[in-house]
């Protein structure tokens, strides 16, 4: 999974990849640490980039994307949010979505 160090960064990744997963968390985050793990992966599964972002250390992203808790995982589509799961993610929704993400993609 690729880091996002600001939010500049961000904003060059979401215009050049057409499709991604974004993993946001913060420091100290019990929840955070324990999903993480489980969605690196998913990586391996799905031909889609992963990302991470500590919204502790870029807080521009928690604003911007109007980021309440932690953890949340975006998927993005077209440089547009297509889907998020806060705090607790069902991993199997989330691979639905994924696959969905995915076919929708080769579609257009």
Do not use: H
Not at 23 to 50: H, M, R, W, Y
């Amino acid at each position: 999974m690729k880091q996002i160090g600001s939010f500049e960064e961000w904003i060059k990744t979401i215009e050049r990849e057409n499709e991604l997963l974004l993993f946001v968390k913060t420091n100290n985050c019990s929840v955070c640490d324990g999903l993480f793990p489980q969605v690196t992966a998913l990586e391996a599964d799905f031909p889609i980039p992963f990302y991470q972002v500590n919204a502790a250390q870029v807080p521009e992203m928690a604003g911007q994307l109007s980021l309440f808790t932690a953890p949340v995982v975006l998927l993005f589509y077209g440089g547009k949010e297509y889907t998020r799961f806060a705090r607790f993610v069902r991993l199997e929704e989330l691979k639905q979505r994924i696959v969905e993400l995915i076919e929708r993609g080769r579609a257009d």
